[in-house]
């Protein structure tokens, strides 16, 4: 049983193209977070939400806590975004961490 | 840069030893979290210590202990270990202990069991 879905597995785009990545989970959450690894391995946090709508640069993070579904979306894709992106939950009762497959993302030139 | 540093970085051994993996969260971070990915099972939560006490629980398996120092240092020792635990092990650490909070993850160790 998988907590969290993601779509879609695998994307590859056109530079400049927007991007959206889904995350869909089965559990009352207390946050949600994105994460991104790159092929070196390392992992960065990029969004942590609990309600509402996050905006960095060229991402934006959407959750709507009703339907228990979030969206990472990029605007304007560039290949330094190629990474794979990982949606993580906590629930809301107890202290677990429920992660996505992840989404491998691939932006060419 | 995210101030959490992990060593070793690379850790090769054989079936049957026991390895310590370490962690010195932010300045500042009072909780730390370990993380194990692997190729077939991607990232699984194991443990989190928050001011030196555990916080909470994940897959850990009974093989695998974990301990948080006065210092916020954390360590996991793996012993027995078996080919399946080879895996890239990270640490992340966090402000408070509150669900709710942002993590700041170190490069990760990858360990491989031969």
Redesign the interface.
């Known amino acids: 049983k998988n907590e969290v879905e993601q779509s879609p597995q695998n994307l590859t785009a056109q530079e400049g193209e927007f991007i959206t990545i889904n995350c869909s989970y089965s559990v009352g959450i207390s946050a949600l977070h994105w994460l991104q690894q790159h092929p070196g391995g390392g992992i960065v946090s990029l969004f942590m939400l609990s309600s509402g709508k996050k905006k960095h640069g060229r991402l934006i993070a959407t959750i709507n806590i009703q339907e228990k579904h979030s969206s990472l979306h990029i605007t304007a894709s560039h290949p330094r975004d190629s990474a794979v992106y990982i949606c993580a939950v906590r629930p809301d009762t107890g202290n677990q961490f429920y992660f996505g497959t992840g989404t491998s993302l691939t932006v060419i030139p | 840069d ?1 101030g959490v540093t992990q060593t070793p970085k690379h850790l090769i051994t054989a079936t049957g030893q026991r390895v310590t993996l370490r962690c010195s969260p932010r300045s500042g971070d009072l909780s730390v ?1 370990w ?1 194990q990915q692997s190729l077939d099972q ?4 194991l443990i ?1 210590y928050y001011n030196g006490e555990e ?2 629980k ?1 897959n850990i398996l009974e093989r695998f202990s974990a301990q948080q120092f006065p210092d916020l240092h954390s360590e996991l020792n793996l012993s027995s270990l078996e080919l399946g635990d080879s895996a ?1 092990y ?1 640490c ?1 650490s966090s402000v408070g202990r509150v ?7 170190g ?2 160790t ?1 360990l491989s069991v031969l």
């Open positions: 995210s979290y993380y991607g990232l699984q939560f989190q916080r909470a994940g890239l990270f992340a669900t709710n909070e942002k993590l700041f993850f490069s990760g990858q």
